[in-house]
């Protein structure tokens, strides 16, 4: 599996040479203008929730593409009304597609659509494939992610750690506890003033609780 990372919450799954898109938010992230969105490749679309620094680029890639997007069912009904093909689901639901198992998880957050309109309870993916991820969404530390480990044994968990809309680094390292996974990528962080980190600081408090806090620059991949 390799994971590369667009920017914001925005990532690039290649698997077993399928191509998953998670949250494409590039055209209008001014850290992200080296990224040329005619050049990712999709085969499926993963949208956590409907905020515009998720699905801002969703509709045009799907259609250049004909990727599948796959999210909860009210995101899936609205770009089905755009003639865009999808596959909802919802909290607790596991479906397995060709490139690997998929079960939607809770997320504490919100989600509307850029015009003010319903867009469904937020919620993470957990992706069981040649590795496992935990891909969190935007959400606040929360005691659901203790039964994650339950059920499976995660290679690496995509946590946010901007803070103020999410949880912080301090809230993160607990979450990687709940989760039992001590690899840990950062996502959701330094896009606009509000989730600006200190780089250093989050990955010595990682650091200092042998845990491993990857923060890719945008564009670069991390092989699992």
Avoid at 36 to 55: M, P, R, V, W
Avoid at 67 to 94: F, Q, R
Avoid at 136 to 144: F, H, Q
Avoid at 164 to 185: H, P, R, V, W
Wanted: proline residues 3%; glycine residues 8%.
């Amino acid at each position: 599996m390799k994971i590369t990372y667009f920017g914001h919450a925005c990532l690039g799954l290649e698997i077993n040479g399928i191509n998953v898109l998670v949250d494409p938010f590039i055209t209008a992230n001014e850290k992200a203008k080296h990224i040329d969105i005619n050049s990712i490749k999709a085969d499926y679309i993963l949208l956590t929730h409907a905020h515009q620094d998720h699905i801002l680029d969703a509709e045009q890639i799907a259609k250049r593409t004909g990727a599948k997007i796959i999210s909860n069912y009210e995101i899936v009904t609205h770009y089905n009304n755009l003639g865009i093909d999808g596959h909802p689901m919802n909290h607790g639901g596991t479906w397995t597609f060709d490139f690997g198992k998929v079960k939607y998880v809770n997320a504490i957050h919100t989600s509307s659509f850029p015009d003010g309109s319903y867009g469904g309870q937020p919620g993470g993916f957990v992706i069981e494939a040649d590795k496992t991820i935990y891909i969190a969404g935007d959400t606040a530390l929360t005691y659901d992610m203790k039964l994650i480990p339950m059920a499976f044994k995660l290679d690496l968990a995509i946590l946010p750690i901007g803070d103020n809309f999410t949880m912080g680094i301090n809230d993160a390292l607990i979450a990687s506890d709940f989760i039992e996974c001590n690899a840990i990528m950062g996502y959701h962080y330094d896009t606009f003033g509000y989730i600006e980190i200190n780089h250093n600081e989050a990955k010595n408090t990682f650091a200092k609780a042998s845990k491993t806090l990857t923060l890719l620059d945008i564009g670069n991949t991390l092989e699992l």
